[in-house]
Nanobody
Framework: QVQLVESGGGLVQAGGSLRLSCAAS????????MGWFRQAPGKEHEFVAA????????TYADSVKGRFTISRDNAKKTVYLQMNSLKPEDTAVYYC????????????????WGQGTQVTVSS
């Protein structure tokens, strides 16, 4: 139903900032909770952040809490991930996904996924 395309990844120095965007197509974007996941080489998908359909509620992984902020603009059908104080361990491919509820943060809760965007943080 919904197609997702991430953008905004790249190479950044440790301590720097980056903003990822996820543009959605389809008529039902506002009906989905949205999440961000990341995958480092040789690792499983790791939950990063999620936001409710209305954008009023969010949840974060402990590893990024206080540094990352998830937001959405339903009029633009776009979800964002603002990443500050980046660390080398944040290096991964970042994926956005659409699901049923922001309260469940496992990948199985999400039905639609983007293609991913690479984020590399140098020392």
């Amino acid at each position: 139903q919904v197609q997702l395309v991430e953008s905004g990844g790249g190479l950044v120095q440790a301590g720097g900032s980056l903003r990822l965007s996820c543009a959605a197509s389809g008529r039902t974007f506002s009906l989905y909770a949205m999440g961000w996941f990341r995958q480092a080489p040789g690792k499983e998908h790791e939950f990063v952040a999620a936001i409710s359909q209305s954008g009023l509620s969010t949840t974060y992984a402990d590893s990024v809490k206080g540094r990352f902020t998830i937001s959405r603009d339903n009029a633009k059908k776009t979800v964002y991930l603002q990443m500050n104080s980046l660390k080398p361990e944040d290096t991964a491919v970042y994926y956005c996904a659409a699901g049923n509820t922001y309260r469940i943060v496992t990948p199985s809760n999400y039905d639609y996924w983007g293609q991913g965007t690479q984020v590399t943080v140098s020392s």
